[in-house]
């Protein structure tokens, strides 16, 4: 118990550069998971996943696992470790979905997951929703294996399908089109010349495909507002999490496209926008 407690708080220290608030929750999990993989000598094991994670390592990567809005997942090679700020995107879509289901119920709701990488958002809307059914996608096989992987876990088979392809071309021709409640994404929305210099850290550890958005950072969320509207029921939405102070960018983006006729924005705990849902 005491070298429990001694060693988290240890770790914590450790860790406080790279995880901040989080550090304590983040060495806990660490010697948690240290424990389970080697009981007797879980502290050494503990300190060398610390040290890969002061060095920058996300630690879904480091552990082979993350919590996703308490769904248990497991993160594969170059795959995209679920961040927690995404869990506000995921919220955004559970209620949506709720409120949707609140309206027809008994209806079967459905929902495309475009750039599902571990599959965070398709299974752990499928779990909330046992009526759910989802057609996810990603450009990367290894994201398309990956969320395969966490859908036979959860024994979500008959309800969660994985495609790979760029964006809504591997889901052309099943015959969605105006069958959908919502598409959500995470794209990436990182600008590629920051991924050159400033974040270049970032492409350490994980792939490319899941930051690059193109010289301003809006190149896969332009298309995403674009080609989502075909697959669209009356009344569906667009759900997708967008960077820090992108947000009149994205206003511009949407305004120029006019598709939609709602639209608003979800901001974080801080207060700064970080979603966007658009409704027809
Ligand atoms: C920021 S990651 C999000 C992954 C996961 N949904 C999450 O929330 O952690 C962006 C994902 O979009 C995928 N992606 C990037 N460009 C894409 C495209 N043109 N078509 C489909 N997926 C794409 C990446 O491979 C990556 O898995």
């Given amino acids: 118990m005491t070298l429990t407690t001694d060693l988290i708080a240890q770790l914590t220290a450790t860790l406080v550069p790279v995880a901040g608030a989080g550090a304590g929750a983040e060495a806990a999990r660490i010697v948690e998971a240290a424990k389970t993989a080697r009981p007797d000598a879980f502290a050494e094991l503990a300190a060398s996943w610390a040290q890969r994670r002061a060095e920058g390592v996300p630690l879904g990567q480091i552990l082979g696992r993350q919590r996703f809005l308490g769904v248990d997942l497991v993160v594969g090679n170059n795959v995209l470790a ?19 289901d609140s309206k027809h119920p008994g209806r079967e709701l459905r929902i495309i997951d475009m750039g599902c990488g571990s599959g965070n958002l398709a299974c752990a809307l499928a779990v909330a929703m046992p009526r759910l059914k989802v057609w996810a996608s990603d450009i990367s096989t290894d994201c398309a294996e990956s969320t395969r992987a966490n859908v036979a876990r959860l024994s979500l088979q008959d309800r969660v399908q994985v495609f790979a392809g760029d964006l809504f071309a591997p889901l052309a021709d099943l015959g969605l089109a105006k069958s959908i409640d919502m ?23 994980e792939p490319r495909e899941a930051f690059d958005g193109g010289p301003y950072g809006i190149s896969v969320l332009g298309r ?10 009356e009344g569906g939405a667009l759900l997708f999490e967008f960077g820090l ?33 658009l409704q027809q």
């Fill in 224 to 233: 995403l507002v674009e080609e989502s509207p075909p697959f669209l029921k």
């Fill in 82 to 100: 679920p961040r927690e700020e995404t869990e506000i995107l995921g919220r955004e879509a559970l209620a949506f979905l709720r409120e949707r």
């Fill in 183 to 205: 598409v959500v994404m995470n794209p990436p929305y990182i600008p590629s010349i920051s991924l050159e210099k400033g974040r270049a850290e970032l492409l350490r550890h």
């Fill in 245 to 277: 102070a992108q947000e009149r960018m994205i206003k511009a983006v949407v305004a120029r496209k006019g598709y939609y006729t709602r639209s608003r924005m979800a901001s974080d705990s801080q207060g700064q926008p970080r979603v966007m849902v």
